[in-house]
């Protein structure tokens, strides 16, 4: 070693610095990124198949894009069938509407309201369920089973069995009624429906007297919860 001239001491020392910056540089290199080979490139940029967006379909078959919403048409709304409650469109007729016998049923209220394009008569009933009814037009006068003749106002009367349906009640010791008039008044002078008058009630068959103007049509239906029979009779 003593006998290494200068110059072979001088070219020992550059070659050991040379390996250590060789060194420090790999050991930069690998923490900025700078030499990220193609494998790892790809790994890192490419998404994975857990990750990538995928084309859907909805519960109505639509497909959606990937990685995106669509806002789907609003579906029409179906056409209401047509019925008195829809205004200028009336449906109705004027033949007799049955149906019954039905469940025992105490009158609880009489009522006449009106409406656009017609007049509401309703029958409320203390009981579940409303009784069979028979309704249709009858000619003046008015009789009963008996020798009574009940007058209404108005051109004629659309005549309301109700079978089963009373508004005596004979349960106690000495009868009462469940609802107190046997008249009820119109819903004005320009309306269909004059008054709504009791003719008669039998042997637990209360039978009502509809006065209108002309013979307009009507339509029957009931209600529950109370239980209650509908009555619409058209404007003329």
Do not use: N
Not at 50 to 58: C, G, L, W, Y
Not at 93 to 119: K, L, M
Not at 159 to 176: K, N
């Amino acid at each position: 070693m003593g006998d290494r001239t200068w110059w072979e001491r001088r070219g020992a020392r550059l070659s050991g610095a040379v390996v250590v910056l060789g060194v420090l540089l790999g050991a930069c290199g690998g923490s900025d990124g700078g030499s990220v080979d193609a494998a790892a490139s790809t790994a890192v940029d490419a998404p994975s198949a857990a990750s990538a967006p995928v084309a859907s379909q909805d519960s109505a078959g639509t497909t959606l894009p990937a990685g995106g919403t669509t806002t789907l048409p609003t579906p029409p709304t179906p056409a209401s069938p047509t019925s008195p409650t829809s205004p200028g469109a009336f449906v109705g007729g004027t033949d007799p509407v049955s149906v019954g016998p039905g469940a025992f049923a105490y009158i609880h209220d009489v009522r006449v309201g009106a409406h656009e394009g017609f007049d509401r008569v309703v029958f409320e009933f203390d009981g579940p369920d409303v009784p069979g009814y028979d309704i249709g037009y009858d000619e003046f006068p008015l009789e009963g089973t008996g020798e009574s003749v009940t007058e209404v106002e108005g051109d004629r009367a659309l005549r309301v069995s109700l079978l089963s349906g009373t508004r005596v009640d004979l349960s106690g010791p000495s009868f009462e009624f469940t609802f107190d008039s046997d008249r009820i008044a119109g819903p004005g002078a320009d309306r269909t429906v004059t008054e709504v008058a009791e003719i008669e009630d039998f042997e637990a068959v209360g039978v009502w007297a509809i006065g209108v103007h002309g013979k307009p049509g009507f339509v029957v239906s009931t209600l529950d919860s109370p239980a209650r029979l509908v009555i619409d009779i058209a404007h003329g």
